[in-house]
């Protein structure tokens, strides 16, 4: 790559570093379950599918109330949430599996609130000393002067002030904790929170480190959508278990440098649960899906090839619901789905990745009364005029290789995390973003604090970009896909594309960061903070 210096942190041998861009596509190994990688691994095809049925994470319940750090006379909800080493089985056939979750479960519990209610978690950091998968110490943030275990809490999507952001350098070892304040000024949407440490978040959420987060409006509640027992949160992961049904997490060849790329498991689960059942009725259903994977693409369907009205996005209601056969979702992306079961009853109805089996639902033959609607308009989602942008910035997505082809390095344009700010958009401004992806892989790209528009993709030619820094488009315009057409979060950069995005940059001044959310990518350096700074 042209013009170039790689500032290699401690480890890496600068001789073998070079910028290949001839990497096997990583969307390819998505199309099936990982069943070769380790001896160790279990056989998924001796787990009998649909056995369990599909947990639901409880709802979190606050402690009291405590004053608004915004008004001190105004009393909020204060909520204690511990992350803690819990053991709990992942399949009824499998033996308890050891793993961190928030509260006792994984997924952690399911937060609901509201538009512009204010709230408070105490994030208590109660796990062991021990990591109990592989850290790769030549990660930044990693080294071996850190405690092995820190965590940080971030509220994904979350319109969130920088000091309850989760700072991924903010991180706390066990015993300390944390207090955020969530003010929720915001539409309704479906978020998650996680845990964001530096150089171990891949392992912390790959250990069971996340839940939901659900922010509800006035706008929605008149919608009369699918309610109670009839919504529900699906998130869903991919993992890697072992013979004896606890989680293992890859390691490349070299004892020294264990970071993989990737990470593809052998077995789906759903809330938790591998290949999980749910008993519903022959009505209409609200599902959020998250799709909490470390690498995983899915492209989900129902194996029948019934339809599913996508009604939102990340960051909340679509215009109007939007009838798909199967739903593209890359990692940390949301989709508010409801699917009307009315007319298959007592069929099994499986929903899958491409080929491969994600859960299953059972409808019965009960008589039922539907009284939920989906109306045909949801919520106007104005489109930000790009004449409104006061600046466009030029970001690459770059992946560097060894000799052998192994990629060993991520950066977001060039730049390694410690390096001094470059993205500092003013506060109240907005701004288009050109990601453009000199890679063979699709890179979920994520910021915090801000809601953003997908404005188009575009094909260029990498190899003149990388010699010369000219764009030179290999084909039209591509527009977003009908359903990036709400507010996201997270936009799924497309290889040897540039995919621009359109954001306004409100709510709090100060530091955030923004990253791919692919974890392995994430924790090797493609992330970057950016400042939000006061107009000048
Ligand atoms: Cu899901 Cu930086 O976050
Ligand atoms: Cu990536």
Redesign the pocket.
């Known amino acids: 790559m042209a013009g170039v210096a790689l500032h290699l942190s401690p480890g890496w041998d600068e001789n073998s570093v070079v910028c290949s861009p001839y990497i096997a596509g990583g969307d390819t190994i998505n199309a099936s379950l990982n069943t070769a990688l380790s001896p160790l691994a279990l056989d998924p095809a001796k787990l009998e599918p649909f056995a369990d049925p599909l947990p639901l994470p409880p709802i979190a319940r606050s402690s009291g109330f405590r004053p608004s750090p915004e008004g001190p006379s105004r009393k909020v909800p204060f909520y204690e949430i511990e992350m803690r080493e819990i053991f709990g089985r992942l399949h009824r056939d499998l033996p308890p599996a050891r793993q961190w979750g928030f509260g006792g479960t994984v997924p952690g519990p399911t937060f609901e609130t509201r538009s512009g209610e204010e709230l408070l978690v105490k994030w208590v950091n109660r796990l062991p000393a021990h990591h109990f998968l592989p850290i790769d110490h030549r990660l930044h943030g990693a080294e071996l002067d850190k405690p092995e275990v820190r965590t940080v809490v971030h509220l994904h999507g979350g319109r969130t002030p920088p000091s309850s952001d989760g700072y991924p350098e903010e991180w706390y070892p066990p015993g300390q904790s944390a207090t955020y304040f969530y003010p929720n000024r915001q539409d309704a949407a479906t978020l998650w929170y996680h845990d964001h440490a530096m150089g171990i978040n891949r392992l912390n959420i790959y250990a069971g480190l996340s839940g939901m987060f659900i922010i509800r409006d006035q706008v929605e509640d008149r919608l009369q959508l699918p309610r109670g027992r009839y919504e529900m949160p699906l998130v869903i992961f991919d993992r890697m278990l072992d013979t004896h049904g606890q989680l293992l997490y890859p390691v490349s060849d070299n004892p020294a440098a264990p970071w993989v790329a990737d990470f593809f498991g052998n077995v789906m689960m759903v809330n938790g649960r591998v290949t999980p059942f749910l008993e519903i009725e022959p009505r209409r259903y609200r599902f959020r899906i998250l799709n909490g994977s470390n690498s995983r693409l899915y492209h989900l369907r129902l194996a029948n090839g019934m339809p599913m009205m996508q009604i939102g996005t990340d960051q909340g209601l679509l215009p109007s619901p939007l009838e798909l056969r199967r739903l593209a979702i890359a990692p940390a992306e949301r989709a508010d789905l409801v699917i009307d079961f009315a007319g298959h009853q007592g069929e099994p109805i499986v929903l899958k990745d491409d080929a491969v089996d994600v859960m299953q639902f059972r409808v019965s033959r009960a008589r039922v009364v539907d009284d939920s609607h989906l109306p045909d308009l949801l919520r106007s989602v104005p489109r930000l005029p790009e004449a409104s942008a006061i600046r466009t910035r030029t970001l690459t997505?770059n992946?560097y290789n060894d000799r052998t082809g192994k990629t060993i390095l991520?950066l977001l344009n060039e730049t390694y995390w410690h390096q001094p700010v470059t993205e500092k958009p003013q506060l109240d401004s907005t701004e288009i973003w050109n990601l453009v992806n000199l890679?063979d892989?699709?890179?979920?790209?994520h910021l915090h604090l801000v809601r953003f528009q997908v404005l188009d993709r575009r094909v260029f030619e990498r190899f003149e970009y990388q010699r010369t820094g000219h764009l030179r488009y290999l084909g039209p315009v591509i527009p977003p896909e009908h359903n990036e057409m709400g507010w996201k979060d997270t936009v799924r950069?497309e290889p040897h594309a540039v995919t621009r995005i359109i954001a306004r940059f409100e709510g709090y001044k100060g530091r955030y960061v923004w990253h791919?959310?692919?974890l392995?990518?994430?924790d090797n350096e493609?992330m970057r903070p950016y400042e939000v700074i006061e107009t000048g």
């Open positions: 997505l992946e991520m890679t892989e699709v890179h979920p790209i950069a791919c959310h692919n392995e990518h994430e493609m």
